[in-house]
């Protein structure tokens, strides 16, 4: 007795179990979020699941897996392979370090798994690397750098300073300021990655007879810069990406960053009806202003949504393709795709500013237009 | 003028590096303990003086407060967990408080959050100083010279003048002997401890001010506090300051003019890489010369 009835609440079950819809999306997060660098894993989780959230129904489809990093490329490794093997995700997403990406995308897309970038870019990806299965919804990771060179050209800033960390990324950052800077570079200092004290770097300044400093130092790095450079009265005025300016940082650079110009792809005043509801639902959500990462990880979240609407992810081509149109109201604004699947987008200048006791960044005027990479060429697909 | 900046700097750099320093080596001398936390408690010593200073407005206090929780926090930690390590070999140490490291940081990421905290100079101490011959200084920077330099005497008064120093010292000579002259060795080891910390909380504090105040801001200077123990000798003080200014002025100047130096054989762009590569490495070579030369450090008694 007690079995058969068993046996009808199972067939019930298996019935209803059909009628559903199709299985929903499975992604896997893969962040930092313990550590020195979790700020920018958990605005780029809180980030992704705002989306969903604000998407309603539609947000149901992505079952979403999140797994911390801690910083490590073998942790990484680890955690996309348990994902990949045993938790069979669909997509993968959400690494901030470009040395983590190396280490887990190459292999995610091998394997048949969608990456969808919302931070990390390396130049071996978006070029002879670059792959039908990976996305970078940020940018390349020039792109920033090239445009405070666009700026600092149009800004007519005769002689710069320039100054980064010396590992990959700060060669790329050098290399693609130089790319666009037209004027002289009258020094050019790589840093020690994770140097807490720039006091030698500051005198180097000083005594240069550059008109301006541009500097890439992501995290602790320009926190300890922006301080020290402030204290040391040096007056040369400052440019550089927006790492260093993001809304995640900028309260422990204090009131050292004021009128800092920065470039990047996005701020929270950007003027566009996604952007608007982004902000306000971010901060009623989390009580703090989004910074950059979160906006990439929420258009992220969109762009697959949008592609979920399209096309079943079983269908790899249907999907590849319903990802590449981009239709998702971009927090950006404008948002397109180039042929490598990096994105062609404007950058802007912004400034730090202080709203109220806020500080923040307002954008002061565009830096590039419809920009898309150096690497565009070298990729064949 | 340019060389004399560096040369401060590289001043500065040293007497940070030896507040940090001065308390691990007490420890390690003392104890005979590898305590891979010493970088935690100098985190704890940054967050501390944040939250008491965002809080009362006060920079003082702040510092006040560093000191104070960093040595609360080091007693506590001696007592609950390393008290048990001490008869262990230095393996189990290193793992234990490497887990401590793992459980300092959550908890402060859990108790102050994931982003970096704001930790603002005092007005009186912000904004550079003309020196003698016209050179611009950071006036705190001054004050961290300051700062190195009253503790540097003050554990050498503590040291050589007072009764815990003779304890100290007896404790580091021969730990069996002064338990049995009736010196309770466990007590004088939680004290030891917590002043290590505490100079490790006042190091985070100080150094907070012109940099970041964050998770894991501990462990880069915990690497380089190591280098300045095993330069200057085990447990020597005095070891620990010489140590800490030769790698000072090693790697600021190093830093300074490594570049120009190479852009007479390289062109200027690979001079700049080479020499940055080059300055990186160049403490440890130092530290690797004075292993082959004095293997027990410059002022280490033990072998």
Known sequence: MELKRLLICGTAALALAGMAQAEPVKVGMITTLSGGGAGLGVDTRDGFLLALKNAGDAGKEVELVIEDDQQKPDVAVQIADKMIQSEQVDVLTGIVWSNLAMAVVPAAVAQDKFYLSTNAAPSQLAGAGCNP??????????????????HATDAGIGKVFIMAPNYPAGQDSLAGFKRYYKGEVVSEVYTQVGQTDYAGEIAQIRNSDA????????????????????????GKPVIGPAFSFSQDILPAVGDAALGVKNTAQWAKDLDNPANKAFVETFQAEYGRLPSLYAAQAYDTANLLLSAIAKADVGDADAFRAALAEADFPSVRGKFSFGPNQHPIQDYYVREVVKEGDVLTNKIIGPAMTDHGDAYAEQCSM | MLLAEQALNGLQYGMMLFLMAAGLTLVFGVMGLINLAHGSLYMTGAFACAAVAAATGSFWLGLVASLAAAAAAGALVEIAVIRRLYARDHLDQVLAT?????????????LFGSFPLYLKLPAALSGAVVLPGGLHYPLFRLVIIGFGAAVAVGLWWL??????????????????????LGVDIARLYTIVFALGAALAGLAGALVGTIQSVQVGMGEPVLILAFVVVVIGGIGSIKGALVGALLVGMTDTLGKALLPGLLSRVWDASSANTIGASLASVLIYVLMAVVLILRPQGLFGARG
Not at chain 1, 133 to 142: E, G, L, P, R
Not at chain 2, 98 to 110: D, H, K, N, Q, Y
Request: aromatic content about 14%; cysteine-free.
């Open chain 2, 159 to 180: 040291i050589t003048r007072t009764r815990l120093g003779i304890r100290i010292r007896a404790g580091e000579a021969d730990r069996e002997m002064i338990g049995a």
């Open chain 1, 133 to 150: 299965k990976y996305f970078s919804v940020s940018y390349q990771n020039d792109n920033l750098h090239e445009a405070a060179g666009a």
């Open chain 1, 211 to 234: 008109d301006a400093v541009f500097f890439f130092l992501p995290g602790g790095m320009g926190i300890a810069f922006m301080k020290q450079y402030a204290e040391s009265g040096v």
């Open chain 2, 98 to 110: 490497f887990a401590l490291i793992l459980v300092f940081s959550e908890g402060t990421r859990w």
